[in-house]
């Protein structure tokens, strides 16, 4: 089973990853991770990197290619991203959605830095991200008509919100 997990930054997709991944025992396949390490690797900032990856379509196409390769080698994968549910074949794709505000918050908290400066750098990369992917890939991150499953994370914990994912997981391998 291939189940995709995206959404904006601060939505909870990591969290919620981990809960999917012990219940169901996928691989857990992480483009934020990639693209944090890549990030780190040259010593940029998110929002450094996120305007590199504006310029050089490379970045981005490397993880996309890195998770579809990857996707295939496993019989039960979980393909975290904010693409993912739009560049993977999936059995169920999911999209975790939260206003600005309180993924500020989260990011605030899981970075150890001040709110307003999480809010300011999520709110640029996300602009940043918009333009991008609609410039390589023709997509319009705001339309959400794609995904199987779209979830408003700031009314549960990622307890709440992954019964609720696995809810529909379990419906789904009864079909």
């Not at 996928?26 to 996120?50: D, N, P, Y």
């Not at 496993?74 to 991203?81: A, K, Q, R």
């Not at 794709?93 to 500020?104: E, G, H, N, S």
Request: glycine share 6%.
């Amino acid at each position: 089973m291939i189940i995709t997990l995206s959404g904006q930054p601060g939505s909870g997709k990591t969290s919620v990853a981990k809960e999917l991944a012990e219940k169901y025992g996928f691989v857990v396949i992480s483009a934020g991770e990639q693209f944090r390490k890549l990030a780190a690797e040259r010593g940029m900032t998110l929002e450094e990197f996120g305007r590199l990856a504006e310029n050089d379509p490379s970045i981005d196409l490397a993880i996309d290619q890195r998770q579809k390769e990857l996707s295939r080698q496993f019989p039960n994968v979980l393909v975290e991203g904010r693409l993912a549910g739009r560049t993977i074949e999936a059995d169920m794709r999911i999209w975790l959605k939260t206003p600005l505000r309180i993924r500020a918050e989260r990011i605030s908290n899981r970075e150890n830095i001040p709110v307003h400066r999480a809010y300011d750098e999520t709110h640029a990369r996300e602009i940043c991200e918009l333009s991008r992917y609609k410039k390589y890939y023709d997509i319009d991150l705001t339309d959400l008509s794609c995904y199987d499953l779209v979830i408003d994370t700031s009314k549960w914990d990622a307890k709440g919100v992954s019964s609720i994912i696995f809810k529909a997981i379990d419906e789904l391998k009864k079909a």
